[in-house]
């Protein structure tokens, strides 16, 4: 039974941190605008960043995630789960849209970091 137990763990294990290699997942806890492109859907948005103004001030999570610890990790986790789910299941829109909350985040940095020009 210990055996068993054993196994079935180990298989568990391996299977899991194959998993977690494989979709480089551990890259999304990073603030890397290279782990944007690590899906191929967003390449063009990704190298569009590349040759817009904000490259040289802003990086993805920057506009794309809330500034505050406990929000930016908990949009990341929801993120992570629905684009798992949309990929693994392949149910997602194309062209790729983004969430009426996610468009929120979005308009809300926009407004921080641009307050000297929208502040009336």
């Not at 949009?75 to 789960?81: D, T």
């Given at each position: 039974s210990?055996?068993?137990?054993?196994?079935?763990?180990?298989?568990?294990?391996g299977?899991g941190?194959?998993?977690?290699?494989?979709?480089?997942?551990?890259?999304?806890?990073?603030?890397?605008?290279?782990?944007c492109?690590?899906?191929?859907?967003?390449q063009?948005?990704?190298?569009?960043?590349?040759k817009s103004?904000?490259h040289a001030?802003?990086?993805c999570?920057?506009?794309h995630?809330?500034?505050?610890?406990?929000g930016?990790?908990f949009?990341?986790?929801?993120?992570?789960?629905h684009?798992?789910?949309?990929?693994?299941l392949?149910?997602?829109?194309e062209?790729?849209?983004?969430?009426?909350?996610?468009a929120?985040i979005?308009?809300?940095?926009?407004e921080?970091?641009?307050?000297?020009?929208?502040?009336?």
């Open positions: 210990f055996v068993v137990l054993a196994v079935l763990f180990g298989m568990f294990a299977l941190g194959f998993t977690v290699h494989k979709a480089k997942a551990l890259s999304y806890l990073s603030n890397d605008p290279e782990v492109a690590n899906c191929h859907i967003m063009p948005q990704y190298d569009g960043w590349q103004s904000h001030v802003a990086q999570v920057d506009c995630l809330p500034h505050d610890f406990l930016k990790y949009a990341k986790a929801v993120n992570g789960y684009h798992s789910a949309g990929f693994t392949q149910n997602f829109a062209p790729i849209m983004i969430k009426e909350r996610n929120e979005l308009q809300e940095n926009c921080r970091c641009h307050a000297d020009l929208v502040h009336d």
